[in-house]
C-alpha cells in the first residue's frame, strides 16, 4: 500500500509558476507509474503527466512545453513544476501511482491561477 500527500498548491497570478510535490510513504524507486491528474470545478478528472521508474515522462498537450514533472528517490517525492500558468489551469491537482495493478491517489492540492 502507498500512501501519498500532496503540497505546493496556492494561488497564483496568470504567467505566474508553482511547484507541486507528491511525498510517497514508501519508495518509489519501486513505484512503476507515478503522475498527476487535475479536476476543475464542473469538470471530470483529468490527467496532467506520468513519470515511470525507466525515467520516461509523457503529458497532456494542454500543459506540455510548460509543466513538467520529475522524481527524487532519494527523497521519495515527485514533483510538478508548473509554469506559465493560465486561469484554465485552476484546478485541485491529485498526486496518482500506480503499482501491483493498483491505483493510489493523494488527497489533492487546490491551485488557483487568477489576477
Known amino acids: 500500500q502507498v500512501q501519498l500527500v500532496e503540497s505546493g498548491g496556492g494561488l497564483v497570478q496568470p504567467g505566474g509558476s508553482l511547484r507541486l510535490s507528491c511525498a510517497a510513504s514508501?519508495?518509489?524507486?519501486?513505484?512503476?507509474?507515478m503522475g498527476w491528474y487535475r479536476q476543475a470545478p464542473g469538470k471530470q478528472r483529468e490527467w496532467v503527466a506520468t513519470?515511470?521508474?525507466?525515467?520516461?515522462?509523457n503529458y497532456a498537450d494542454s500543459v506540455k512545453g510548460r509543466f513538467t514533472t520529475s522524481r527524487d528517490n532519494a527523497k521519495n517525492t515527485v514533483y510538478l513544476q508548473m509554469n506559465s500558468l493560465e486561469p484554465e489551469d485552476t484546478a485541485v491537482y491529485y498526486c496518482?501511482?500506480?503499482?501491483?495493478?493498483?491505483?493510489?491517489w493523494g488527497q489533492g492540492t487546490q491551485v488557483t491561477v487568477s489576477s
Open positions: 514508501k519508495s518509489i524507486f519501486s513505484i512503476p507509474v
Open positions: 496518482h501511482a500506480v503499482l501491483f495493478a493498483t491505483q493510489y
Open positions: 513519470t515511470t521508474s525507466g525515467g520516461s515522462t
